[in-house]
């Protein structure tokens, strides 16, 4: 069974800095565009950054430019992501997703069950 | 970036059809998938590519849409169904690569 299972999420002060991860079993991400995703409390759901499986291309939302960082590593079958400067607004459930990317179409197949980051002093 | 506007929330009686709508410009390049989502749990993808269903999901649920908003329509709703459900594009202003509408929740009375 293809599975997500992120972690490294928990509470961290203001200012501070943070690494998610993300490993997939049951499957390779070698190939595989990757996401995260994030929702705040009680809130919607926002994209915050993607890398493809295939090209150098990295794309992040700008509320999280300059401050968060997305890797991968195939070899270990793993997807990171790099918080730094956090903020009280990046309280959030961090889901990692796999993307994929057809003309017109863009759809998130995979989740993971998320890690809660919480940012408070 | 573009947004794509949902309804904050309607209700279905049992076994009556309920539609749920997406607006947004990005809607007119690209075409919107949807996502249930239940307290808790990881977003499931229910449509891709305005109409298509993933393996395993319902025929009660299909997709539809035209110009700038997507529908997404369960038929026959069951008390299973009632979850958030959220539309999802490419964001056409170029800013960010994916965006999400701000969600439905649906209630099965």
């Known amino acids: 069974e293809a599975q997500l299972v992120e972690s490294g999420g928990h509470l961290i002060h203001p200012g501070g800095s943070l690494r998610l991860s993300c490993v997939a079993s049951?499957?390779?991400?070698?190939?595989?565009?990757m996401n995260w995703v994030r929702q705040a409390p009680g809130k919607g759901l926002e994209w915050i950054s993607y890398?493809?499986?295939?090209?150098?291309?990295?794309y992040y939302a700008d509320s999280v430019k300059g401050r968060f960082t997305i890797s991968r590593d195939d070899a270990r079958n793993s997807l990171y992501l790099q918080m730094n400067t956090l903020r009280a607004e990046d309280t959030a459930v961090y889901f990692c997703?796999?993307?994929?990317?057809?003309?017109?179409?863009?759809?998130?197949?995979?989740w993971g069950q998320g890690t809660l980051v919480t940012v408070s002093s | 970036s573009s947004e794509l506007t949902q309804d904050p929330a309607v209700s279905v009686a049992l076994g009556q059809t309920v539609r749920i709508t997406c607006q947004g410009d990005?809607?007119?390049?690209?075409?919107a998938s949807w996502y249930q989502q239940k307290p808790g749990q990881a977003p499931l993808l229910v449509i891709f590519?305005?109409?298509n269903r993933p393996s395993g999901i319902p025929d009660r649920f299909s997709g539809s849409g035209s110009g700038d908003t997507a529908s997404l329509t369960i038929t026959g709703a069951q008390a299973e169904d009632e979850a958030d459900y959220y539309c999802?594009?490419?964001?056409?202003?170029?800013?960010?690569?994916?965006?999400f509408g701000g969600g439905t929740k649906v209630t099965v009375l």
């Open positions: 997703a796999t993307s994929y990317f057809v003309g017109v179409v863009a759809y998130l197949q995979y």
């Open positions: 049951g499957f390779t991400l070698s190939g595989d565009d």
């Open positions: 890398i493809s499986g295939r090209t150098s291309d990295i």
């Open positions: 990005s809607l007119r390049s690209y075409f």
């Open positions: 590519g305005k109409y």
């Open positions: 999802q594009s490419r964001d056409n202003s170029g800013d960010h690569l994916l965006i």
